[in-house]
């Protein structure tokens, strides 16, 4: 039975927070019953709302969750400082929103703790993927993104932005010392990059993934440009 930590990096999130929480850890408490065995990680990285109020409550009154506060704004930065406090077998993520439906879990699950891949990636641009309320200009950015890092990384993987990633914890040392050092977004990125450079054995899973337009922050420009410096920045860093 391998334990696992679910990283879930927050900012902002007071309407929400509490009841995303509250339906991942119903499903993975029907799924995952033997006590121990796994927590939920709220990894609040600078919010200035009620966010790390309710996660505070939420660890207080479920067994399961517990928090980090991160100093400052950075998803990577954010996983970085849960999955370096892990003891857990496994670690990953995933978004709040929960735009992977949850039993795509159990598939990540098992190809790490039964079938012994080290990597565990969500793609939407698999074939057998069905992606729902995506924007076409999401779509475009996501294909071009992943095609420029197909040319300029030479990486084999299809989608390196998904928010759907797990691994086992042993190898995070080796992906951070190799180049998955990003505070930000790319940190995702990297992960996978960096595990194919160090040949570890990666799983790509087909998901069902539903865009939450309403809740998304993301501005694909300014986006766009740092994740440009960012792979300009890894390519230096290939061993």
Not at 82 to 89: E, I, L, M, N, T
Request: aromatic share 10%; net charge neutral; hydrophobic share 40%.
């Amino acid at each position: 039975m391998k334990t696992f930590d679910v990283t879930i990096p927050v900012l902002n999130e007071e309407p929400t927070l509490a009841r995303q929480v509250e339906q991942l850890h119903a499903f993975l408490k029907t799924h995952f019953p033997t006590e121990g065995q796994w927590q939920i990680v709220i990894a609040d990285n600078g919010s200035t709302d009620r966010t790390l109020e309710i996660a505070q409550e939420l660890s207080n009154r479920i067994p399961e969750v517990t928090f980090v506060k991160v100093p400052r704004r950075g998803v990577g930065l954010a996983l970085k400082t849960s999955w370096g406090q892990s003891k857990a077998d496994i670690v990953g993520y995933m978004d709040l929103d929960l735009a992977t439906d949850l039993p795509h879990f159990l598939e990540a699950y098992r190809a790490i703790a039964e079938e012994d891949y080290d990597v565990v990636y969500a793609s939407r641009l698999h074939p057998k993927s069905k992606v729902v309320n995506r924007p076409f200009k999401r779509e475009v950015a996501s294909r071009v993104f992943n095609l420029l890092l197909k040319t300029y990384l030479g990486v084999g993987f299809s989608d390196g932005m998904c928010g759907f990633k797990w691994l086992k914890r042993e190898v995070y040392p080796e992906l951070h010392e190799a180049g998955a050092q990003n505070d930000g977004w790319f940190f995702s990125t990297e992960l996978l990059t960096t595990a194919e450079w160090l040949n570890k054995r990666i799983y790509e899973l087909p998901v069902k993934w539903t865009d939450d337009v309403s809740s998304s922050r993301v501005e694909i420009l300014p986006l766009a440009k740092r994740y440009i410096n960012s792979m300009i920045e890894l390519k230096k860093r290939r061993p």
